[in-house]
């Protein structure tokens, strides 16, 4: 059992929750995951990226958007509740190491992921430039955090009601285009950002690192779900990844991939039990 310790709301469908798991909480690394189950007996198993930890008070923070049926659960939970289930860390931690100038990119809820990669970057002794991308200033996140870290920040949004009226490109092609460029770069975000963002790259020959994580459903490498075209090989995100070289991600066709079981979650908040019934 892992007892919820405090839950905010960061906008009106997201959620920071700070959840008991000490052993996760000295492990984790930047970029890796967890699968999180309410109730063990039928309750669906759910990736969330770990936004943040303390080791000392064996903590972990997630975020998340109440968009399913296990989310909505999750999200009417209280401080002193519980989730029955915490595993992990998953996932490979992102490659950090001293690149020079690296431009971290996040993009909505994305911004809660890109948090420990931007805290790692910098502790490397990296100059971290970050990006926050969201619709409207209400859906800003993570604001006061990224500013302790990064060197310099740049907020924008679809509408202009805070920061600068653009989209993330229009600032990482500005940073791209400068001299000199920056030497590394990372998005994680809606896909179809992370998509644009490797264009905007591609064009100035910055690698960039995308996270994959939207795409996984049980986390765990049996469900087939998280299969994406990366190099023109066939990769799973959630044991391959969830960070791939963005320059080689097949885009188009985990967007497609995504859309598959959209109508189906809309309609009747479909539970993924595909592991669970495997066992039975
Ligand atoms: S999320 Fe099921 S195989 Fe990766």
């Known amino acids: 059992m892992n007892q919820i310790l405090s839950k905010k709301q960061l906008s009106a469908d997201v959620y920071e929750m700070v959840v008991e798991a000490p052993l996760v909480a000295r492990a984790r690394k930047a970029g890796q995951f ?3 189950q309410i109730d063990t007996d039928w309750g669906e198993r759910i990736p969330l990226t770990i936004a943040d930890a303390d080791a000392e008070k064996g903590t972990i923070t997630i975020v998340f958007q109440s968009v399913g049926a296990t989310t909505l659960k999750l999200a009417i ?9 915490i595993l992990g860390p998953l996932g490979n931690p992102t490659h950090i190491e001293k690149f020079g100038t690296v431009l971290c990119v996040g993009g909505g809820i994305g911004v809660a992921p890109l948090y420990p990669i931007v805290q790692a970057m910098k502790t490397a002794g990296n100059k971290v430039i970050v990006i926050i991308g969201a619709r409207s200033k209400e859906l800003v996140i993570f604001e006061e955090r990224m500013r302790n870290y990064a060197d310099e920040l740049i907020i924008v949004t679809d509408d202009g009601s805070y920061g600068k009226k653009a ?10 285009a400068a001299s000199p460029k920056p030497d590394m770069s990372v998005a994680i975000g809606p896909p179809v950002m992370m998509k644009f963002c490797e264009k905007t790259t591609a064009e100035f020959n910055v690698p960039i690192l995308v996270s994959l994580n939207t795409i996984m459903i049980d986390g765990t490498g049996m469900c087939g779900g998280c299969r994406v075209t990366v190099g023109g090989e066939t990769k799973f995100v959630c044991v391959d990844g969830p960070e791939f070289d963005g320059h080689k991600v097949d885009f188009d066709n985990m967007m497609l991939r995504m859309r598959a079981f959209k109508e189906r979650e809309d309609t009747d908040h479909h539970q993924c039990h595909i592991e669970l019934e495997a066992v039975k």
């Open 34 to 36: 967890i699968i999180l």
């Open 77 to 85: 939970k209280e401080p002193g509740d519980c989730v029955e289930n």
């Open 167 to 176: 989209l993330v490109t229009e600032p990482l092609k500005e940073f791209c």
